[in-house]
């Protein structure tokens, strides 16, 4: 069973970069369309980006379009999210997980989350 591990989070100020990273462990995540989704403080978890198996179609919140860009090496087993242009309101924990497109939303297809990578950006 894939249990993927995200990395890359830190603290920055508004405005910086980041590169987020997703690997798959003890598995593969296959043709799955993968998806980062975020929790911040106080709220419930949020649709990012997701991406699909031959990395020809993507998809973003609005929030976050033209600003960050996923992407994923399936020879590595990686999905990627390169974070420009950072807000204070992208500052969450980050998780990534196989995604699903229901109607107009974005849901998690494992019940599983890991632990996640912090982003904390500053004013």
């Known amino acids: 069973q894939v249990r993927p591990v995200e990395s890359g989070g830190g603290l920055v100020q508004a405005g910086g970069s980041l590169r987020l990273s997703c690997a798959a462990s003890?598995?593969?995540?296959?043709?799955?369309?993968m998806g980062w989704f975020r929790q911040a403080p106080g709220k419930e978890r949020e649709f990012v980006a997701a991406?699909?198996?031959?990395?020809?179609?993507?998809y973003y919140t609005e929030s976050v379009k033209g600003r960050f860009t996923i992407s994923r090496d399936n020879a590595k087993n990686t999905v990627y999210l390169q974070m420009n242009s950072l807000l204070p309101e992208d500052t969450a924990v980050y998780y990534c997980?196989?995604?699903?497109?229901?109607?107009?939303?974005?849901?998690?297809?494992?019940?599983?989350w890991g632990q996640g990578t912090q982003v904390s950006v500053s004013a």
């Open positions: 991406i699909a198996w031959r990395a020809s179609r993507t």
């Open positions: 997980n196989a995604a699903q497109q229901g109607g107009s939303r974005w849901y998690a297809l494992d019940d599983y």
């Open positions: 003890g598995s593969t995540f296959g043709t799955y369309t």
